[in-house]
């Protein structure tokens, strides 16, 4: 389906996204509206600034109201990024041992990483030599 029409507006299928162009009066400009935030602004009001209508199955072609939530701008490009990575370089996406999230290793990175921060090697670290210390303790 190359175009929907939806309360008289008709969206245009652009890559993977149904886009409305619009006239602004006050800028004297068109704009490109996608369906998505066209579809919530509709049905929940304006979205803050700094948030994006995120599709949650990741279909973007699936506009169903259930599907979308708003997140930051920028924990929704991360997320982003983070499935095209996984989809482009599956053998190069772990799970960190201390907390489980996802992290991506370069393709290029020789040495088995096994924590996706700092942080978590260090708090790793010393749960490990704390429990070495107890241990020749006897505690």
């Given at each position: 389906?190359?175009k929907?029409t939806?309360d008289?507006k008709t969206f245009?299928?652009h890559g993977?996204y149904y ?14 509206v996608t369906?998505q ?8 009001g ?8 995120h ?9 169903r109201?259930e ?6 701008t920028l924990a ?8 095209t ?9 772990k799970?960190?041992?201390?907390c ?6 370069p393709?290029n990175v020789?040495v ?11 708090k790793?670290?010393?749960?490990v030599?704390?429990?070495?210390y107890h241990?020749k303790?006897?505690?």
């Amino acid at each position: 389906m190359k175009k929907q029409t939806i309360d008289g507006k008709t969206f245009r299928l652009h890559g993977n996204y149904y886009e409305w162009l619009r006239w602004n009066p006050v800028t004297k400009k068109h704009e490109t509206v996608t369906l998505q935030r066209y579809l919530w602004e509709r049905d929940h009001g304006p979205i803050p600034d700094g948030f994006d209508v995120h599709h949650k199955n990741l279909d973007p072609l699936d506009n169903r109201d259930e599907n979308f939530e708003l997140l930051p701008t920028l924990a929704h490009r991360s997320l982003h990024m983070l499935e095209t990575w996984k989809r482009n370089h599956p053998e190069t996406v772990k799970n960190c041992e201390e907390c489980g999230s996802p992290f991506g290793v370069p393709w290029n990175v020789k040495v088995q990483k096994r924590f996706c921060s700092d942080f978590c090697q260090n708090k790793a670290y010393n749960r490990v030599r704390l429990g070495r210390y107890h241990a020749k303790k006897g505690i």
